[in-house]
Structures are given as structure tokens and as C-alpha cells.
């Protein structure tokens, strides 16, 4: 036995195992990149829509104004509402936006509803 491995056992020191310590590190690292790259390509198709405004045109339509952001080149839905002074849904429409260049565009719509509604917006808007 050698003077190392004596003093070794005397001491109660025991050799130190590298491998569990890089399989933990490889596997943290692509854990990580994963949870990254996931996140990087659900924000570039996320879409942002924001209400411009509304207005009753008549007991049973309502114009509404909004604005689309955040995917340039691709098909986009959203799910327009109207409600009435109870914020209950008296009409409901999804409108397919064709693909443009433009980062960002203005969209008017005509929603028919069932009764005369108090108020018009956007519900959602996604990649179709």
C-alpha cells in the first residue's frame, strides 16, 4: 500500500468521481438550451392585438377598430366580440387576416349581433 492510500484510509478521504459531476453539468446545459429555444420561438409567433376603438352603427351591428402586431408573413386569426351593457356576448366573429410584410396593421370590422351592444373588441388573435 502506498503512503497516499495510507494516509487515505487513516483520514477517511475518498476519491473524487468526475463523471456523475459532467453528466449533471451536460444535462443542465441542454435542459437549459431547450427551455431557451422554446422560448425564443413562441415569442416570434406570438401576435399582439390592441382595441383602437368601436362604434354602434345600429341595434344590431357594431364597427370595430384594432390593430395586429408582431408577425409579419404569416396568416393571422382573432376572435372579435360585442357585449352589451351586462357584458354579457350579443355577437361574436373570427376574422382571417391574410399575410403581409407589414409588422404592424390596421383592421376594421363589422360584427352582426342578436342585440343592440354597448361595447366592441378583441378577444385573441393567434397564428392561423
Not at 48 to 58: C, H, I, P, Q, T
Not at 78 to 101: Q, T
Request: glycine share 8%.
Amino acid at each position: 500500500m502506498t503512503t497516499a492510500q495510507e494516509l487515505d484510509d487513516r483520514y477517511g478521504r475518498t476519491r473524487r468521481r468526475r463523471l456523475p459531476w459532467i453528466i449533471g453539468i451536460v444535462l443542465a446545459v441542454v435542459v437549459v438550451g431547450y427551455f431557451s429555444w422554446s422560448t425564443i420561438t413562441q415569442s416570434m409567433n406570438s401576435v399582439d392585438a390592441d382595441d383602437l376603438g368601436f362604434e354602434v352603427s345600429d341595434q344590431y351591428s357594431v364597427e370595430v377598430r384594432f390593430q395586429v402586431s408582431g408577425v409579419a408573413g404569416k396568416d393571422v386569426a382573432c376572435a372579435i366580440e360585442a357585449l352589451d351593457e351586462e357584458f354579457g356576448v350579443v355577437g361574436w366573429k373570427v376574422v382571417e387576416i391574410p399575410a403581409s410584410e407589414e409588422h404592424s396593421r390596421a383592421i376594421t370590422e363589422q360584427v352582426r349581433t342578436v342585440a343592440e351592444a354597448t361595447t366592441g373588441l378583441v378577444n385573441s388573435c393567434w397564428v392561423a
